[in-house]
């Protein structure tokens, strides 16, 4: 505590001569004495990295997570508001530059993800919003002559008497103040935003056009690039005739870079008209050859043939298989799926001076600083990462080769880029959600009880590959030999001595039984992955709510009562599925329509969905969606409703259309007409039950994707007697 | 040179011919409300109006505009002076990331515009070429048709005191 105290006294004076007197700010964390990137507004009183309050009694509010659309500007303005006593709709909100006391700390590095942001700063907001309060409270208490005690708060004023004083009067006073550290928080019943369903923050901006994202950027003097890449990843280029391009309308440069060649030109459409001129010829790799009936074969010789490495053995699953009166084993499948956010991939990067500034909508602004670092040669200090609107992420926006593209160009160009992709390299040059192919063998006793469980996934890992995007951008220092070989090394780890837990996540953990075991096999094709949307739970859930349909089955029970008889050591999850059970039983579903049910548990929230789901001919139809969570507190109960909403038409659209086929390497799929997202005239009804557990919050942002592919399966099954085992959903 | 009208003011420009619409907007009049999203007209993230017809712009050459009105989101309606479809997007929370929502407004408010009072089969038709990664679409229908019932509600009360 003192090494803290020290360090932000120093930081205190420091940034308080730099701001003329008027400023303070601390390091959250203790560690950084670097400055806050912060722009100083009207004389503003920063009182810690998260906020700035000036004179005028405007509120700034520094995002410390990425808006993609998952609400937490909403969300974080909420919990610091909660106790700072300012509604978040009278904050500016604004994206955080680089600062360690930016990191997410679930992660202690700066980035979004994992569902991870209400849960992670659920405390240390509320804790900055209190401690700035109570400092404000001191300096009110100081100016007014009164004691703290006769002061409350609302609304952004200091209240005396009944009496109002903007927040602002006092930061003249509050920065010649040292803030409390640990200033009471409210209790739950004192909340006044939190659990409020007010609008987001961001609608008015995204619903006029005004708000920003990384493609809206526009610097002066800024060309446009784009790049061709390879259509099978790794392979780089053999040759190219660049003059094709070079005689073209408005273009400037034809680059050769990392990963393809790179048109620069005046405008967006001239460097894709004349990119499109361009024939490069490319190397050949291994994948070049590899069909996506090939990567089927390995997959399941390898199911077949290989032991794999041990993620978890508890109890004894053989003696737990003698021991039940029935058993299923069946193999599921999941394919390789693209993120296809509707914004596709872009960067603007600006080298100036020895000086580089970087633009660009991502899960983890810190990498496209890295990153810039990395492949311009300028120290990370003097590379100002900028963040904006995300146009959607899911998981694709934590690997930037963009950013290191439009780097690469700015560099050799010496020109301001702005770089984008488009729809078609977004779909074949991306990184994927891994392909997988799970099995599970599952004894059932007439009872109803799971006597054992064994579980099998072959397929890629996603942490290393991760890693191999990742370490260069968080350790620019780091020369690339060093980077290959720690990449090399998890690799080797993940493949041959543990389990990368992310390919196996909710394959087995939700139902009771003391005898499991979970092993996998690692089969790569040098396809680059990465998270998608609830990670390993996208397809470990489809696999483990099958098997369990079929045990209900097996045992001649109700699969709903069945999963009831076997949560009893899970007992939020069970209580979903109770609550979720009476809302089953109230439904009556017309003529041709049926119920199919799925739960599980995510990034600590528990989820179940019921599907009401017609098969006519070939073509499945869901109806309606009945959507059952826990996830503690809802900050923003409507917030949390949209992501439930969002998350079911995100999993609809991988249960009945996501599908990537490799032809020679590539990807066949390119754009919406062969990669479909789901449509209005497609997308059920979703109604969200909310059940308020009272506890800290969970996260919203996947947890609502993994039951929906199950539970459309399981009423699949109901309407035809066909068990769906392989996704997207097809009937027979 | 190409002349048309954008957002009520005539703008000439002498990008070629053959640019799309969008890019021509975004690039060389800087209005960026108007997204990018696949470049093949499958995802009405561009849509802009042209006559008051809701068109798919990033395959649209500006060739083909000369002369024409050209309404984009900004000329729609304002932070200031919304267009009562947004005020309601806004009250029902209706964008996730919001990058589609500018082009599923312009063909929301292009429908309303055609069809004052259209069933959810109508809204479903119209808006089925405006893709949402979000999955934002039970809130885009339902606030389409309550816009409408208070468009109609309202022309109701105008009539009555006329």
């Known amino acids: 505590m003192s090494a803290i105290n020290m360090s932000r006294r120093q930081f205190l004076k420091t940034t308080g001569i730099l701001g003329g007197g008027l400023v303070i700010g601390f390091s959250m964390t203790g560690c950084s004495s670097s400055e806050l990137p912060i722009t100083l507004v009207q004389q503003g009183f920063v009182p810690n990295a998260f906020l700035q309050i000036t004179p005028d009694n405007g509120i700034r509010f520094y995002c410390p997570r990425d808006e993609m659309g998952q609400g937490v500007t909403t969300g974080l303005s909420t919990l610091i508001g909660e106790e700072l006593d300012v509604h978040p709709k009278d904050m500016e909100i604004l994206f955080a530059g680089v600062h360690s006391d930016y990191n997410n700390p679930d992660f202690g590095v700066q980035g979004t993800g994992g569902s991870s942001s209400l849960k992670a700063h659920y405390l240390q907001l509320r804790q900055v919003g209190a401690n700035t309060r109570g400092l404000l409270v001191a300096a009110a208490a100081q100016d007014l002559g009164v004691a703290a005690s006769a002061i409350s708060t609302r609304d952004g004023h200091i209240v005396v008497a009944g009496k109002q004083y903007p927040y602002g009067q006092f930061v003249q006073t509050a920065a010649s103040l040292e803030a409390p550290t640990e200033a009471p928080l409210k209790s739950n019943a004192e909340f006044r935003y939190i659990g409020q369903a007010f609008a987001r923050v961001d609608a008015a901006a995204k619903s006029t056009g005004t708000a920003e994202f990384g493609i809206d950027i526009d610097i002066p003097n800024m060309h446009h690039a784009v790049v061709r890449r390879s259509p099978v990843a790794g392979a780089k280029l053999k040759s190219v005739d660049k003059s094709v391009a070079l005689n073209m309308p408005g273009v400037t440069d034809v680059i050769e870079i990392s990963s393809g060649v790179a048109v620069v030109a005046e405008k967006y459409w001239q460097a894709k008209t004349a990119a499109a001129k361009l024939s490069p010829v490319w190397d050949e790799v291994a994948l070049s050859k590899v069909d996506s009936s090939d990567l089927r074969a390995d997959y399941n010789q390898a199911m077949q043939q290989d032991e794999g490495v041990v993620d978890t053995d508890e109890g004894d699953v053989k003696a737990g298989l003698a021991a039940a009166d029935h058993i299923v084993e069946a193999e599921y499948w999941a394919p390789f799926l693209a993120h296809a956010p509707l914004e596709p991939m872009n960067a603007v990067v600006r080298i100036e001076n020895g000086e580089a500034d970087v633009w660009s909508g991502t899960q983890g602004i810190v990498a496209a600083q890295g990153l810039v670092s990395r492949f311009s040669g300028i120290p990370v200090e003097k590379v100002r990462a900028h963040n904006t609107y995300l146009g959607g992420a899911f998981g694709r926006r934590g690997t930037l080769t963009h950013v290191i593209e439009a780097t690469e160009v700015a560099v050799a160009s010496n020109k301001p880029i702005h770089l984008l992709w488009s729809r078609e390299d977004d779909i074949q040059n991306g990184v994927y959600r891994p392909a997988s192919l799970m099995k599970i063998k599952a004894g059932v006793k007439n009872d109803g009880s799971i006597t054992a469980w064994q579980a099998k996934r072959v397929g ?256 699949v099954y109901q309407a035809t007697g066909q068990r769906l085992r392989s996704l997207p959903l097809k009937i027979a | 040179m190409i002349e048309f009208i954008l957002n009520g003011k005539t703008v000439s420009t002498d990008d070629d011919p053959s640019t799309p619409l969008l890019w021509v907007v975004r690039d060389t009049f800087k209005l960026k409300g108007s997204k990018f999203g696949c470049g093949a007209g499958l995802c009405g993230a561009c849509t802009m109006h042209i006559d008051d017809e809701a068109m798919r712009t990033c395959m649209l050459p500006i060739s083909a505009v000369a002369g024409r009105q050209v309404t984009t989101i900004e000329g729609l309606g304002t932070l200031d002076d919304m267009h009562p479809l947004q005020t309601a997007w806004v009250d029902a929370s209706v964008p996730q990331c919001g990058y589609c929502q500018s082009g599923q407004i312009m063909a929301a408010a292009s429908l309303l515009k055609h069809n004052p009072n259209p069933t959810e089969a109508d809204v479903d038709a119209a808006m089925s070429g405006n893709i949402c990664r979000c999955g934002c679409y039970v809130r885009i229908k339902g606030t389409i048709l309550s816009v409408a019932q208070q468009n109609l509600a309202y022309n109701a009360a105008q009539e009555q005191k006329a």
């Open chain 1, 460 to 715: 890629g890992n996603i942490t290393p590959k991760t890693l191999q995007n990742m370490m260069p951008a968080l350790f620019p220092g780091l020369n690339d030999g060093t980077i290959d070989f720690m990449v090399g090394l998890s690799r080797d780890v993940f493949a041959g001595w543990m389990v990368d837990h992310a390919s196996v996540e909710g394959l087995y953990e939700d139902y009771d039984t003391d005898n499991k075991t979970v092993n996998h096999v690692t089969v790569e094709h040098d396809i680059p992955l990465t998270f998608w949307r609830s990670v390993g739970h996208s397809y470990t859930s489809f696999a483990k709510e099958g098997i369990t349909d079929e045990l209900a089955e097996k045992a001649g029970m109700d699969p709903v009562a069945f999963r009831l008889k076997n949560t009893q050591g899970n007992p939020r999850l069970n209580n979903v599925i109770r609550v979720a059970q009476q809302h089953m039983l109230a439904m009556q579903p017309a003529e041709g329509r049926f119920l199919g049910f799925a739960a599980h548990n995510s990034f600590a929230t528990d989820v179940a969905e019921i599907a009401e789901v017609s098969v006519i001919g070939k073509t499945i139809r869901v109806h309606k969606v009945t959507c059952i969570v826990d996830c503690g507190i809802a900050v923003n109960p409507d917030i949390v409703r949209a992501q439930m909403e969002g998350a079911v038409m995100f999993g609809l659209t991988a249960a009945l259309y996501g599908d990537l086929e490799l032809v020679q390497g590539a990807f066949k799929q390119s754009n919406f007409h062969d990669y479909p997202i789901l449509k209005m005239s497609e997308a059920p009804l979703v109604e969200v039950v909310i059940i308020d557990s009272g506890t800290a919050p969970t996260g919203v942002g996947e947890p609502g994707l993994p039951p929906i592919a199950p539970a459309v399966a399981s009423a």
